[in-house]
């Protein structure tokens, strides 16, 4: 209950948020916890998903760190006797085992190619060992993770992704009011959108970069100014 207190609020290193007690939470980046203590590691803003019971320090990090649960898009880098190794932008490679999809056996699971797309979630995460994936939700579903086929991807700043990943994210309802779309945040700091069209598919990359350097509610005018001219054309 203390740190549902701190939400929002910003953080320093060495704050200490709360207490570990009974209730079941979990913690992410820019969090530790030092014997009964929740401490913060980084400043920040704190941030808190109910969903998970997930706090996690929002900051201007560049490099990914992974944490349990995060939601991230992978690139296939090598495939191994029984996992790939997948690249998700952090220090070390990710495992993704061959059996982590749904449905997946010895005798039938993808066949992933190198440098394929992937949308997983982050099962194992700790400082010392290798960061494990799962291409399921907690459910044991599909849940939309596994490969991104078509579309393309983008490189966002990690404050981003997570904002986009927000159900009240403005820019992505605005997206689905005026054009057929999908969309795959990864808290990695990467984007992966398809529509179909190559051009409207960067329209749509390109109305993102523009929403966040500008008013944040205006996200409904931008991707209609962006909209406007057709496609292919020379307009500025």
């Known amino acids: ?56 320090v929002e900051c201007q990090q560049k490099r990914y760190v992974p944490a349990v649960e995060d939601l991230v898009i992978g690139i296939v880098r090598d495939r191994l006797k029984d996992a790939y190794r997948v690249d998700i932008g952090s220090s070390q490679s990710a495992s993704l085992p061959l059996l982590a999809f749904e449905g997946a056996t010895k005798k039938n699971r993808p066949n992933l190619q190198m440098s394929s797309l992937i949308y997983a979630r982050v099962t194992l995460a700790h400082k010392d060992m290798e960061p494990e994936l799962e291409c399921m939700s907690v459910r044991k579903k599909a849940d939309g993770f596994g490969e991104l086929t078509g579309g393309y991807m983008v490189k966002i700043p990690l404050h981003v992704a997570r904002a986009l990943l927000n159900p009240e994210c403005v820019i992505v309802r605005a997206f689905g009011e005026q054009v057929p779309y999908e969309i795959a945040v990864g808290m990695n700091g990467r984007l992966w959108l398809h529509s179909g069209n190559p051009s409207l598919t960067i329209i749509l990359a390109n109305a993102i970069s523009k929403w966040w350097d500008a008013d944040k509610n205006a996200a409904g005018q931008i991707v209609s100014q962006l909209l406007t001219h057709p496609l292919g054309s020379n307009a500025s």
Do not use: F
């Open 1 to 56: 209950e203390a740190m549902q207190g701190v939400v929002g609020a910003c953080v320093l290193p060495g704050d200490t948020l709360g207490l570990v007690g009974s209730e079941e939470l979990r913690i992410g980046p820019g969090l530790m916890q030092l014997k009964e203590n929740i401490v913060a590691t980084k400043a920040g803003v704190l941030r808190y998903k109910e969903k998970h019971k997930y706090y996690w």
